[in-house]
């Protein structure tokens, strides 16, 4: 039987197993998304049902050899206070982009600490602005681990240089081309290369955020367009649930 002990981790979601029992999708550092099963947990007496709480760093320890493992202890990392407010339905839609996005056990350790970064910044209770440009961040991280965001120092498919004061648009079948005239949406050669840098840079979730909060208002908005096709691309037909519920909660 495979054990794993003190692994570090996050509850993505959870669901109903049984009457007292639930499924906990967790995003591991070493493991990737795992699926566990919290016998128990919906009892009042029971020692998950404190804990296992979303955005909260955890150490985990589960064994079994089947898709859904046991979960046999899970203990609060501690130092975070949880999101609330629009950060914390922030952290939601970060935590469907990857349930969606990611296959289970399939580790990504950069994108995981990506995401231990997110949350501190969720958690801290930054301004408006800088949570949106940290979700943007996140995306981007997102997309090039899971291996849909192309390069974005050239065209790709022509691979010709940006240049830097010319306009570029992020499709999701073509990557990174010339904008046309009807495009609504699109950054300059150099704004694309500073992201490139950013991402490029040993804790690229900070350098990201810095890059993305550097752009021109104009440019942001147009970066969040093209991610959001892109992901909607990737996630499948229609939106996703956290991003409707914060678009309506905009609206009002």
């Not at 690229?204 to 969040?224: C, D, F, K, Y």
Request: hydrophobic share 50%; net charge neutral; charged share 20%.
């Amino acid at each position: 039987m495979r054990r794993v002990a003190h692994e570090p981790a996050y509850v993505l979601h959870h669901y109903d197993w049984s009457e007292s029992s639930v499924i906990v999708e967790a995003f591991t550092r070493a493991h990737g998304r795992v699926a566990l099963v919290a016998k128990g947990a919906k009892r009042p007496s029971s020692n998950f049902r404190p804990v296992l709480l979303p955005m909260q760093p955890l150490l985990l320890a589960w064994g079994g050899d089947a898709e859904i493992r046991t979960l046999k202890s899970a203990e609060w990392g501690g130092g975070l206070v949880m999101p609330t407010g629009e950060a914390l339905l922030s952290g939601y839609y970060a935590n469907e982009l990857l349930m969606r996005l990611l296959a289970r056990e399939d580790a990504h350790p950069r994108l995981f600490d990506a995401y231990a970064a997110l949350v501190h910044v969720l958690a801290s209770g930054q301004s408006e602005a800088v949570v949106a440009s940290g979700l943007r961040a996140f995306e981007l991280l997102l997309l090039r681990e899971a291996g849909h965001l192309p390069a974005l120092r050239a065209q790709t498919l022509t691979f010709a240089s940006l240049a830097a004061g010319e306009p570029y648009r992020l499709v999701a079948e073509g990557g990174l081309r010339a904008a046309h005239a009807d495009d609504g949406a699109w950054l300059a050669g150099a704004q694309w290369q500073a992201l490139a840098d950013a991402l490029a840079d040993e804790a690229p979730l900070g350098a990201t955020l810095r890059a993305v909060s550097q752009l021109p208002g104009e440019a942001r908005a147009a970066l969040r367009q093209q991610l959001r096709e892109l992901l909607h691309y990737h996630c499948g037909i229609g939106t996703l649930r956290t991003r409707q519920l914060l678009m309506d909660l905009q609206s009002l």
